[in-house]
């Protein structure tokens, strides 16, 4: 139980251009899922909350208009890099919390802008 | 904010033998997480701990509940070269604006030689 599934694993885009990477949970049901980003060898920074039927928490210093999330459903969250730069190249993690305080992740996507 | 100092950074031992690795707090953390992200891949819960002093296994691995509430320990036996990867400890933050959200150690290398 408790998976966590992520779509594309990998994407390369040119600069300018907006990339949607999804985030599943597909055995359960999650009213908030959070977004990370993670650079080589490093501990995973946290971007956003992610909360079902509201506006998305940003972290500090995380610019909302460039990464844009929704939660449209129990089991679907998306993040959309806009107009990307290769700055925002990365490896970008969700994850979906469950009662008990833990959270499940998901395999993550790497994204590559040229 | 709260803080996880994890240590140590990176480790490198043969074969069979066993790994310590710890986590500690100036906080009171009421759940502890212990994660390991292969590369390339979303973490993987491992253990979580719910309270304080519990001493929990998953197979080889073994997770500590320490009685202050304010650190955690994960002990893996005769490790194996499928053990490589980082292992990260987590906790959930406290209530209010935090809630739900996850404080993460700056992460364990872990290097297997066979």
């Known amino acids: 139980g408790a998976v966590v599934s992520q779509h594309p694993s990998w994407v390369i885009c040119k600069s300018g251009t907006s990339v949607k990477i999804e985030c599943r949970s597909l055995d359960f049901q999650a009213t908030t899922m959070f977004w990370y980003r993670q650079f080589p060898k490093q501990s995973l920074m946290l971007m956003a909350t992610s909360n079902e039927g509201s506006k998305a928490t940003y972290e500090q210093g995380v610019e909302k208009d460039k990464f844009l999330i929704n939660h449209a459903s129990l089991t679907l969250s998306t993040l959309t890099v806009t107009s990307a730069h290769p700055e925002d190249s990365s490896f970008y993690i969700c994850?979906?919390?469950?009662?008990?305080?833990?959270?499940?992740f998901g395999p993550g996507t790497r994204l590559t802008v040229t | 904010g709260q803080q996880l100092n994890q240590s140590p950074q990176s480790m490198f031992i043969q074969e069979g033998e066993d790994v310590s690795m710890n986590c500690t707090s100036s906080?009171?953390?009421?759940?502890w997480l212990w994660y390991k992200q292969d590369p390339g891949e979303g973490p993987v819960l491992l253990i979580a701990?719910?309270?304080?002093?519990e001493l929990t296994s998953n197979g080889r691995l073994t997770a500590q509940f320490g009685i202050t509430r304010k650190d955690s320990f994960l002990n893996i036996s005769a490790s194996i070269p499928s053990d490589v990867g980082i292992y990260f400890c987590a906790g959930p933050n406290a209530g209010g604006t935090s809630y739900g959200k996850l404080t993460f150690g700056q992460g364990t290398i872990l290097t297997v030689h066979p």
């Open positions: 701990l719910y309270k304080a002093g």
């Open positions: 994850s979906a919390g469950t009662s008990g305080n833990e959270q499940y």
């Open positions: 906080s009171i953390f009421n759940t």
